[in-house]
């Protein structure tokens, strides 16, 4: 971490910090509307204060309604090597810019955003603001622009060398009173990142930790607009922490790029974004199924799977997807893409035996970039040149996790190439998808990567892009665009554009569940649509109370996912078999059953988060309701989508706390009411847990006897109103996500446009038809 205060008045030790002073110079550039300011370190007076000055250069360009994007560089001669992110993968978007100058300044416009460089003398200060002139953002004001050295040099003349100096650039964006930031990745910690100190760099270190397995350099203001930092390398910010009223980026370069972005929602900001860094693949409806592994260490071998399987099953809870964790290859041979003989005889009849049987519809099986070198793939890989190396030309390998394993080299075409060939080994014997799990320990000293045009610290973060590209091509070459998942655990921006990521390595504690919360909802304003996590916990043994509260909230995600460590998740072994109303196993079927009714507006939420760059779940309340102040602290609840709120419970006593914004809510379980803006508590059983729907709603729900993901959202559905008004639609769609009928609330109360759905139809007012259902416990407290 770098800093560059002690404190308001003193340099830190050992830092020598040039702050932009001025702008002495603004130039229109030709082409599209820029600016490129020319600003020296101190303020320029006389002829003679143009001798032995550095210069900052900053170019602003108006890149896409609604984005700016400005560029600090110190010594332009620098080499910018890569690797760099893909923006603008879908095509860049026609910009509606200008360039106006006026007594106040220069102003840049770009659709709906403008910033306005000062033009008063001796004065650094650019405004960014909307271009009407209504909405201030942030500004770069005094002292927020510039480089530094570490260690502080005594004299220019020792800079005729860098070797002996780390360069690094900087940006300070201000911070409003009560302004709020986000996002950042999968962050664990508090939700908002005012007061902490955050560097970007993907680490295994779980989710009680300020690591992250996925940092994506970019933000959210609770003022309406967001920041991407354009580089895939080292990131250090504080935010609100050196200075309390800044944000400060800082990053070892000699240049430093970042995009305004501005809403002035936050759908509008995550819409901009991801038109910038791309948006999630169509991830097809199966994937939204009950997940479950044998979990890490435990046994694979056909029996104990069937077992499993057939369990689940009986129990209400069939398995749509099953995944194989890592043993299903031997020990010291991961990943050589080879199933153990001894497990595996026959692997290709194995997995389709599970699948004739109807004891699952898809498998997944464990994978990661790095190759043992006492597995078969690791000779082959070797000699071919396709793993990374050390500068001496050793291959590099190291024993942390798999013994002398190597890392395949992504920047070799020939090496992509070969894993996409292991990986179609795969697909031969009935794998479905893929878990990409690791890609964060990607070693930057010593090394020399394939391709000489990249920087190894810029590699560090991008594997994960790169890595995860290879496999979810691999996906969509063999099995179509839009039929590709992946389970993946590390990212960087714009790895949501192959979906899906989890939560990582969580502990079984109602402690773990909130940072998987808090996890998901930052991922969620880093412009990622789907997400999930270990139900139940990966590390230790949940007790029952805890695995069925982490069912209810799991089972809410994008996707649903039973996995541990070194113990099953299966819910008999959880509590002895349970059989009640309140035991594991009718708990998890109530939550799976729950979950394939809501499919019909799932899956139509999920093609607009897609389209709209938008989290399905876990989506943040202040994504809906950016107006509420209150909604930018909640991290233990969120929505699904745009229309249901839930809270999940973290006592065991079942004892619960949540905000409901303004308008009128309609518990799903009881049909009851209540009135936000407010606090509420309740007592709740395992069977539900505070689940809202917001006025103005039409919920299409699935037939009853639907079981799993996959069946026709037309045929034999629900039509609920929940305080709709005249107006009020709902979209269904196909299970290739394509949009088949649109309800809407006529001005006489009804339903119209149902003339495109099949089957049984049933409308009910006021909630949903609640008869006949299981019993369950709530309790005001």
């Known amino acids: 971490?770098?800093?560059?205060?002690?404190?308001?008045?003193?340099?830190?030790?050992?830092?020598?910090?040039?702050?932009?002073?001025?702008?002495?110079?603004?130039?229109?550039?030709?082409?599209?509307?820029?600016?490129?300011?020319?600003?020296?370190?101190?303020?320029?007076?006389?002829?003679?204060?143009?001798?032995?000055?550095?210069?900052?250069?900053?170019?602003?360009?108006?890149?896409?309604?609604?984005?700016?994007?400005?560029?600090?560089?110190?010594?332009?001669?620098?080499?910018?090597?890569?690797?760099?992110?893909?923006?603008?993968?879908?095509?860049?978007?026609?910009?509606?810019?200008?360039?106006?100058?006026?007594?106040?300044?220069?102003?840049?416009?770009?659709?709906?955003?403008?910033?306005?460089?000062?033009?008063?003398?001796?004065?650094?200060?650019?405004?960014?603001?909307?271009?009407?002139?209504?909405?201030?953002?942030?500004?770069?004001?005094?002292?927020?622009?510039?480089?530094?050295?570490?260690?502080?040099?005594?004299?220019?003349?020792?800079?005729?060398?860098?070797?002996?100096?780390?360069?690094?650039?900087?940006?300070?964006?201000?911070?409003?009173?009560?302004?709020?930031?986000?996002?950042?990745?999968?962050?664990?910690?508090?939700?908002?990142?005012?007061?902490?100190?955050?560097?970007?760099?993907?680490?295994?270190?779980?989710?009680?930790?300020?690591?992250?397995?996925?940092?994506?350099?970019?933000?959210?203001?609770?003022?309406?607009?967001?920041?991407?930092?354009?580089?895939?390398?080292?990131?250090?910010?504080?935010?609100?922490?050196?200075?309390?009223?800044?944000?400060?980026?800082?990053?070892?370069?000699?240049?430093?790029?970042?995009?305004?972005?501005?809403?002035?929602?936050?759908?509008?900001?995550?819409?901009?974004?991801?038109?910038?860094?791309?948006?999630?693949?169509?991830?097809?409806?199966?994937?939204?199924?009950?997940?479950?592994?044998?979990?890490?260490?435990?046994?694979?071998?056909?029996?104990?799977?069937?077992?499993?399987?057939?369990g689940m099953k009986a129990r209400g809870s069939p398995v749509d997807v099953f995944h194989y964790d890592c043993f299903w290859m031997k020990a010291f041979t991961w990943t050589d893409f080879v199933f153990d003989s001894e497990r595996f005889p026959n692997p290709k009849a194995q997995i389709s035996r599970l699948k004739e049987d109807g004891l699952c519809k898809k498998v997944c099986v464990w994978i990661n970039p790095y190759i043992a070198q006492h597995g078969a793939a690791f000779k082959l890989a070797a000699e071919k040149g396709y793993l990374l190396k050390r500068t001496n030309g050793d291959i590099w390998q190291w024993d942390l996790w798999q013994a002398g394993m190597g890392l395949l080299d992504v920047t070799n075409p020939e090496a992509v190439r070969w894993y996409t060939e292991c990986l179609n080994s795969l697909f031969d014997q009935g794998v479905d998808a893929i878990k990409t799990d690791f890609g964060e320990r990607i070693p930057t000293e010593d090394v020399r990567w394939h391709d000489p045009n990249v920087d190894a610290h810029k590699m560090h973060n991008y594997y994960a892009f790169a890595y995860n590209r290879i496999v979810y091509e691999a996906l969509q070459a063999r099995y179509g665009r839009d039929e590709a998942v992946l389970f993946a655990r590390a990212a960087c921006a714009g790895t949501q554009r192959f979906p899906l990521q989890w939560g990582g390595d969580c502990e079984s504690t109602p402690e773990a569940l909130a940072e998987s919360v808090r996890g998901g909802l930052s991922m969620g304003l880093s412009g990622f649509s789907f997400w999930s996590c270990d139900i139940g916990g990966f590390e230790g043994y949940p007790p029952p109370w805890i695995y069925k509260r982490w069912v209810a909230m799991g089972l809410l995600c994008s996707h649903s996912r039973l996995h541990g460590s070194n113990s099953y998740r299966v819910p008999w072994l959880i509590d002895d078999d349970d059989q009640s109303e309140e035991g594991c196993s009718k708990t998890l079927a109530k939550w799976t059953a729950l979950k394939s009714r809501l499919m019909p507006y799932l899956y139509a939420q999920a093609m607009e988060s897609i389209e709209s760059g938008l989290p399905l779940s876990l989506r943040s309340v202040a994504i809906e309701f950016p107006e509420d102040p209150t909604s930018w602290f909640l991290d233990r609840q969120f929505m699904i989508g745009s229309q249901l709120l839930a809270a999940p419970v973290f006592e065991e006593s079942g004892e619960v706390e949540f905000y409901l914004p303004r308008g009128t809510w309609t518990s799903y379980f009881t049909n009851q009411t209540k009135a936000g803006p407010g606090w509420f508590k309740e007592k709740h059983g395992f069977g539900t847990m505070p689940l809202y729907v917001r006025e103005n709603t039409v919920l299409v729900l699935g037939n009853r006897d639907a079981t799993g993901p996959v069946y026709d959202y037309a045929k034999d559905v629900e039509v609920c109103s929940y305080e709709a008004s005249?107006?009020?639609?709902?979209?269904?769609?196909?299970?290739?996500?394509?949009?088949?009928?649109?309800?809407?609330?006529?001005?006489?109360?009804?339903?119209?446009?149902?003339?495109?759905?099949?089957?049984?139809?049933?409308?009910?007012?006021?909630?949903?038809?609640?008869?006949?259902?299981?019993?369950f416990l709530i309790a005001k407290r």
């Not at 250090?236 to 990053?251: H, N």
Request: aromatic share 8%.
């Open 1 to 310: 971490m770098v800093r560059l205060r002690d404190g308001m008045w003193l340099p830190a030790e050992g830092v020598r910090a040039e702050y932009a002073e001025e702008v002495y110079a603004v130039t229109e550039k030709q082409g599209q509307p820029a600016l490129s300011l020319l600003c020296p370190v101190k303020q320029i007076r006389s002829r003679g204060d143009t001798l032995n000055q550095p210069t900052v250069t900053l170019d602003l360009v108006a890149e896409a309604d609604g984005i700016i994007s400005i560029e600090a560089t110190h010594w332009e001669g620098a080499r910018n090597i890569g690797p760099h992110f893909e923006l603008f993968p879908g095509g860049r978007p026609a910009c509606d810019g200008s360039i106006v100058r006026g007594e106040a300044g220069t102003t840049i416009r770009s659709g709906s955003l403008a910033a306005t460089v000062s033009s008063d003398p001796h004065t650094f200060d650019i405004q960014f603001h909307s271009t009407d002139g209504s909405k201030s953002l942030t500004k770069l004001g005094s002292r927020s622009v510039g480089f530094a050295y570490s260690p502080a040099p005594s004299t220019p003349m020792q800079l005729e060398s860098l070797r002996d100096f780390k360069h690094y650039m900087f940006m300070q964006t201000a911070l409003a009173v009560g302004e709020s930031v986000h996002g950042l990745g999968e962050r664990f910690g508090p939700w908002n990142k005012v007061g902490q100190a955050v560097t970007l760099w993907n680490a295994d270190g779980g989710t009680s930790s300020d690591q992250a397995y996925k940092n994506v350099s970019f933000w959210m203001s609770s003022r309406g607009y967001g920041v991407f930092i354009d580089t895939p390398g080292k990131v250090d910010l504080e935010i609100g922490s050196e200075r309390t009223t800044r944000v400060e980026m800082t990053v070892e370069s000699q240049r430093l790029k970042l995009y305004i972005i501005y809403g002035p929602s936050p759908r509008d900001v995550l819409r901009r974004y991801t038109t910038l860094t791309g948006k999630a693949g169509k991830v097809p409806n199966w994937s939204f199924g009950l997940w479950l592994t044998t979990s890490f260490t435990t046994n694979y071998d056909e029996g104990t799977v069937r077992s499993f399987l057939e």
């Open 726 to 775: 005249p107006g009020a639609c709902a979209t269904i769609v196909d299970s290739n996500g394509v949009a088949v009928a649109t309800l809407s609330v006529g001005e006489d109360g009804n339903i119209e446009g149902a003339s495109k759905l099949s089957g049984t139809i049933k409308f009910t007012k006021s909630g949903r038809d609640i008869d006949g259902e299981a019993p």
